[in-house]
């Protein structure tokens, strides 16, 4: 198929990017080292915060994240059952199990008040995902976590720049986790980013990354990994956080549009308001498709779409019915029903920030084609 005209994201990369890029090719120091560092030191800043670990993906922060933690075999980690499937691979690649715990209907995200009942005696942490960058109520998530003194990991991969009662989604935990894929508002091509307050954790997430070896004296310490960020990726990301503030006002303009030209859509039901001290850094554009009025299905929708050169795409297949969650853990339909409900009836629109009015104009009036309505 030919590449769509409206493709669901689409990264922007700037002249920029490009000659930081090729700055980076001609020093010479093209692996770990300051131009590293200074992504590191930029993004903490840029988050109010002491620490960032750059390493080269949002999974391998969010893993590496547990395992610098010590949360391992025989530990439970609580997290959503609709998310990207990183969230909860993490936690099982870790030695762990994830125990879900089902949404809220309105913003897609965990809801607090279920994660209690979910505490066990194994419960090590709770790792909460901002899906599609709505922020969770981080306030209720931490005082259970104090409550039963558990560590708290938060996946903002899809939520650089939200903020909640002013402050980044990604700082309120002990840990926060960032991911800079092509698809993200921030993007390193391949990247991620753990973020803490804490100095021991951030001491060890940079040595588990880099073999175990300790920085400075370059002594082995303990069994690490490679896990690290080029200058090449790192330099790319210092110049989009400058361009981020840019980049999160036009994602908003263009969810603005989309809520004027959706707004008559039967079928169609639009994200529901932010709360109050809520600053949502929109990922994608997700709609809601009514299943008690009569129209085509989501199927049809997003084929029909497709062939109109308009990505879309079903964000997210309820990650306990994922085959392999299925079989080791056990989980079947009805376990998790209100993720189950919103994801047969979720459909991500595009949503980048050069995407044009008229774009968003023609990604409504395709729809409306489809499902013959005027
Ligand atoms: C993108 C994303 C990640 C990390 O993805 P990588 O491809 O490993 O960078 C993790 N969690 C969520 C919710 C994501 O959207």
Not at 209 to 216: A, K
């Amino acid at each position: 198929m030919n590449e769509p005209s409206v493709p669901l994201a689409r990264p922007d990369i700037g002249e920029e990017e490009i000659a930081a890029a090729v700055s980076v090719l001609r020093s010479g120091g093209l692996s770990h080292g300051p131009e590293v560092e200074g992504f590191e030191t930029d993004m903490a800043k840029y988050l109010g915060l002491e620490y960032a670990v750059a390493v080269n993906s949002g999974t391998s922060a969010l893993w590496l994240c547990l395992k610098a933690l010590g949360v391992g075999a025989g530990d439970e980690v609580i997290t959503s059952p609709f998310s990207f499937v990183a969230s909860a691979n993490a936690i099982v690649n870790a030695g762990a199990t994830p125990v879900f715990v089902d949404i809220e209907p309105d913003t897609f995200n965990i809801d607090p008040s279920r994660i209690e009942s979910a505490i066990g005696p194994r419960t090590r942490a709770i790792l909460p995902v901002h899906v599609f960058g709505r922020p969770v109520p981080m306030g209720d998530v931490m005082d259970v976590a104090r409550r039963h003194r558990l560590f708290v990991v938060e996946d903002a991969c899809e939520a650089m720049g939200a903020r909640l009662e002013g402050r980044h989604t990604g700082t309120w935990g002990d840990a926060g986790v960032f991911a800079f894929y092509a698809n993200k508002p921030l993007t390193t091509a391949e990247g991620g980013m753990i973020v803490t307050r804490e100095a021991t954790l951030a001491e060890r997430c940079r040595r588990l990354r880099n073999q175990g070896r300790c920085r400075g004296c370059g002594d082995l310490l303990e069994f690490g990994y490679s896990l690290r960020l080029s200058a090449l990726q790192a330099a790319l990301g210092r110049v989009q956080l400058t361009r981020l503030p840019q980049s999160l006002r036009r994602r908003s303009k263009v969810a603005r549009h989309y809520l004027e030209a959706l707004g008559d859509i039967d079928p169609v039901r639009l994200p529901t308001p932010r709360r109050d001290g809520e600053s949502v850094a929109w990922f994608t554009f997700p709609v809601r498709w009514r299943r008690d009025v009569p129209a085509p299905g989501r199927g049809t929708v997003i084929s029909g779409l497709r062939a109109r050169g308009i990505e879309s795409a079903r964000y997210f297949p309820p990650i306990h019915l994922e085959p392999p969650y299925r079989e080791r853990f056990g989980y079947r339909p009805g376990d998790y029903p209100v993720t189950e409900a919103i994801s047969d009836e979720s459909l991500a629109l595009p949503l980048f920030s050069a995407m044009a009015r008229d774009q968003v104009e023609r990604v409504a009036e395709m729809l409306r084609e489809i499902l013959e309505v005027r």
